[in-house]
């Protein structure tokens, strides 16, 4: 087997996919950080996953600018007088958590295509990061996106399919509440 070394840049038919996935997990952190105090953890970590995917789009150039300008709209919310009165944790962060999946899964698909510890493959890594860290305040899992193995018992893949479900909004909280995970099933 011949080695074959990839190259810096990521493949044109990998871009399409990779910038819908970071332009919808953008969007939906940017509505998410609306409806959380400013400067509160929660806050910090939502705005790490936007400089972080503001900086691979700076990398990658193969992005439409016209693309990005599209949560203008939302400034005058991010620097509304009223977050300070919010709570700190987001209602329902399963379908952020559904697209940051998504997002994340186009990342790691990317870094398959790129130089190992290039420039691309780093930046790439560096917003898998700030969503892992969210993900790990949000829902206090480390093991949150990790894939189930061969030896899974029923009870995991019950888990699982519960957890996706929720990320899909197919199911609603347990208790009439829907506020953090406290009372999901």
């Not at 871009?15 to 105090?37: C, Q």
């Not at 709209?73 to 998504?102: K, M, V």
């Not at 917003?127 to 189930?148: K, N, Q, R, S, W």
């Amino acid at each position: 087997m011949a080695y074959r070394k990839l190259p810096q840049r990521l493949p044109g038919h990998y871009v399409p996919a990779l910038t819908d996935a970071l332009l919808t997990a953008r969007r939906r952190v940017l509505e998410a950080s609306t409806v959380v105090p400013w400067g509160c953890a929660t806050d910090h970590a939502l705005r790490s996953i936007v400089a972080a995917i503001d900086a691979l789009r700076a990398m990658l150039k193969h992005l439409s600018g016209d693309l990005w300008d599209m949560d203008s709209d939302l400034s005058a919310a991010l620097r509304s007088s009223d977050r300070a009165r919010r709570p700190i944790t987001l209602e329902n962060p399963f379908p952020l958590l559904g697209d940051l999946r998504t997002l994340r899964d186009a990342l790691r698909s990317a870094q398959d295509h790129v130089a190992v510890d290039g420039a691309v493959y780093q930046a790439l890594q560096m917003v898998d990061a700030t969503i892992m860290g969210l993900t790990v305040l949000l829902t206090g899992d480390e093991t949150y996106f990790h894939p189930m193995g061969g030896g899974t018992t029923d009870g995991q893949r019950a888990a699982e399919a519960r957890k996706l479900a929720r990320e899909r909004g197919e199911i609603v909280p347990s208790d009439g509440r829907d506020f953090g995970l406290k009372g999901w099933q």
